[in-house]
């Protein structure tokens, strides 16, 4: 048996990701408003929630109240074993994060294409290793765990040379470095079911010690074959975002959204012992995002 295979009787991860929702969104969300969203998700059940980044304000304007949304949640306590986790882009924002208890997990975007990591993180790729070294320093002492996103690791719209074997390449030297979990991400839904099935499935069989998970970028034409494509793989770590909403505005205009999590959960209860999930919460956390995500 495989890894792969072997994997596949883990319990499965949902990571929900508003922070993706929210970040291009062109209208800014009120705090308060943030804050009773984010509060409703933690009711539900996930894993993780992506709930916000400590990046630069100029960067993603949506997201400068950050901190003041956690000491929001902060007051608003919840039974929930749902962890929460930021982005970051450097080791600043790294060292901020790092400071809130609250947070167990910083997620920092790793591109394997040049012209992608300078827009996202104005960083080259040997810059942001570096950084990803003295992130996951950072990680080490203040007891959170580093999630390494693999941007366009599927391939990217710019010409920029693209290869499994290129990324690869620069998973076997972030995983070297000790961070434990990695996630293939497909930042402007390029990816085939194939390209999904293959890669997912030689970097969980390559890196058994580490959490593989996937950040699918799809349309709803698509999406449930790069799902089915990830599950066979082994995979047991899902991101998505309620209503499908989300993309990176640093990638291009033409943004494609995260995979729709309703659809994700009801997709996945074919084949999988999801977590128990609180669907009085999830429905409570529907009507709230189609309050926010309104033109």
């Not at 074919?270 to 409570?284: C, G, W």
């Amino acid at each position: 048996m495989n890894t792969s295979e072997q994997s596949t009787t883990e319990p499965i991860q949902l990571i929900e990701c508003p922070r993706d929702a929210m970040q291009g969104w062109p209208v800014f969300i009120p705090t308060e408003k943030k804050i009773e969203y984010l509060h409703s998700l933690l009711q539900v059940g996930f894993h993780t929630l992506d709930f916000g980044s400590f990046v630069s304000a100029k960067a993603i304007p949506q997201l400068t109240d950050t901190a003041t949304v956690l000491k929001g949640l902060q007051q608003l306590p919840v039974d929930s074993p749902t962890k929460l986790l930021a982005i970051i882009a450097n080791v600043r924002g790294a060292e901020e994060a790092a400071a809130f208890d609250a947070i167990s997990y910083l997620g920092f975007p790793f591109s394997v294409s040049e012209t992608f990591q300078q827009r996202n993180t104005n960083s080259s790729i040997a810059q942001s290793l570096q950084r990803v070294t003295d992130i996951q320093r950072i990680c080490e002492q203040s007891r959170k765990a580093l999630v390494i996103y693999i941007s366009m690791g599927f391939g990217n719209p710019y010409g920029d040379a693209w290869s499994p074997e290129i990324v690869f390449e620069w998973v076997n030297r972030i995983a070297a470095l000790g961070v434990p979990v990695i996630s293939l991400a497909d930042t402007v839904g390029l990816a085939t079911p194939e390209q999904v099935y293959s890669m997912t499935s030689y970097v969980i069989e390559k890196l058994p010690q580490h959490q593989i998970g996937v950040h699918l970028h799809s349309s709803a034409h698509n999406r449930a074959a790069k799902i089915e494509a990830a599950r066979k793989a082994g995979c047991r770590r899902f991101d998505s975002a309620m209503k499908g909403i989300g993309g990176c505005p640093m990638a291009n205009d033409d943004l494609v959204g995260n995979i729709d999590t309703e659809w994700l959960i009801s997709y996945l209860e074919q084949y999988d012992n999801l977590p128990m999930l609180n669907k009085t919460a999830l429905a409570k956390s529907v009507n709230l995002a189609n309050e926010i995500f309104t033109l």
